[in-house]
């Protein structure tokens, strides 16, 4: 009985952890999947998946999408990457924050509207720049998430 409880708890308090680090930075399954499969991208020095998911992504297949498009990258990314999907595959809206923050991040640093069409290079610099923001905020959540999903 005890065992159960305590179980219980650890569970509860790593889901706390995982669904929010703090009021801006919410975190989640799909969030936290997708950051370590860019950081292991980015170790592995392997970004052909990536690749495949903006192409899947890019619906017109002339090589650019609109940035406000990029929760389609990454819920393409997660469906094509991640072989394991234990509530299922994913959809945009699951990616929702994370593509508002993109976008946003995108604004600040280039100028650029949502309806700005950008190429998969373009995609992949502001992705390493998510990245490394997301890092910065989150410490080293991600270190202990990789061994966890």
């Known amino acids: ?3 159960g409880r305590a179980m ?4 509860y308090l790593l889901f706390l952890c995982l669904a929010v680090v703090d009021s801006a930075s919410k975190v989640d399954h799909h969030t936290v999947k997708m950051h370590t499969a860019f950081i292991k991208a980015r170790k592995d020095e ?3 998946h990536w690749k495949e ?3 899947k992504a890019d ?4 090589g ?9 990258v990454f819920k393409e ?14 959809a945009e809206m699951h990616f929702m924050d994370d593509a508002n923050d993109f976008i946003a991040m995108v604004e600040r640093n280039e100028g650029w509207a949502d309806t700005h069409q950008m190429t998969e290079e373009e995609f992949m610099k502001h992705m390493h720049t998510y990245v490394d923001i997301k890092l910065q905020e989150r410490g080293s959540l991600y270190d202990i998430a990789a061994h966890i999903f």
């Open 64 to 72: 650019k999408i609109a940035v406000k498009e990029v929760g389609r």
């Open 8 to 11: 219980a708890v650890s569970a």
């Open 46 to 48: 392997d970004f052909s």
């Open 53 to 55: 998911a903006f192409e």
């Open 59 to 62: 619906s017109d297949k002339d």
């Open 1 to 3: 009985m005890m065992f």
């Open 77 to 90: 990314h997660y469906n094509l990457y991640h072989e394991e999907k234990p509530r299922g595959m994913a």
